[in-house]
Nanobody
C-alpha cells in the first residue's frame, strides 16, 4: 500500500512557475514508477509526466515538454513536478500516481492539488 499526498498548487500568473510535491508513505516507494496527471474542468484526466523507479527515465506529454520537469528523491519518498512558463491552459487539478507494475498500471492516487494560471 502506498499513500500519496500532493502539495504546492496555487494561483500563478501566466509565465510563472510552481513546484508540486508528492509525498509517499510506504517502504517500497523506490520500486514504483511515479506519474503526474491532470484534469481540467469538463475534460478527461490526462497524462503529464512520469519517472522510472530509479529516476533514470522520464516521459512527458507533448504539451508540457520543455516546460515541466519531473524528478524524485527516493530517500525522501517524494516526487516533484517543476512547472515553468505556465500557461492558462495548464490550469487543472494535478494528481500524483504510483504504478506498482506495468500490468497493474497506476494503482495508487493522491487527492490532487489545484493549479490555476491566470492570463
Amino acid at each position: 500500500q502506498v499513500q500519496l499526498v500532493e502539495s504546492g498548487g496555487g494561483l500563478v500568473q501566466a509565465g510563472g512557475s510552481l513546484r508540486l510535491s508528492c509525498a509517499a508513505s510506504g517502504r517500497t516507494f523506490s520500486s514504483y514508477e511515479m506519474g503526474w496527471f491532470r484534469q481540467a474542468p469538463g475534460k478527461e484526466r490526462e497524462f503529464v509526466a512520469a519517472i522510472s523507479w530509479s529516476g533514470g527515465s522520464t516521459y512527458y506529454a507533448d504539451s508540457v515538454k520543455g516546460r515541466f520537469t519531473i524528478s524524485r528523491d527516493n530517500a525522501k519518498n517524494t516526487v516533484y513536478l517543476q512547472m515553468n512558463s505556465l500557461k492558462p491552459e495548464d490550469t487543472a487539478v494535478y494528481y500524483c500516481a504510483a504504478s506498482s507494475s506495468a500490468v497493474a498500471g497506476y494503482d495508487y492516487w493522491g487527492q490532487g492539488t489545484q493549479v490555476t494560471v491566470s492570463s
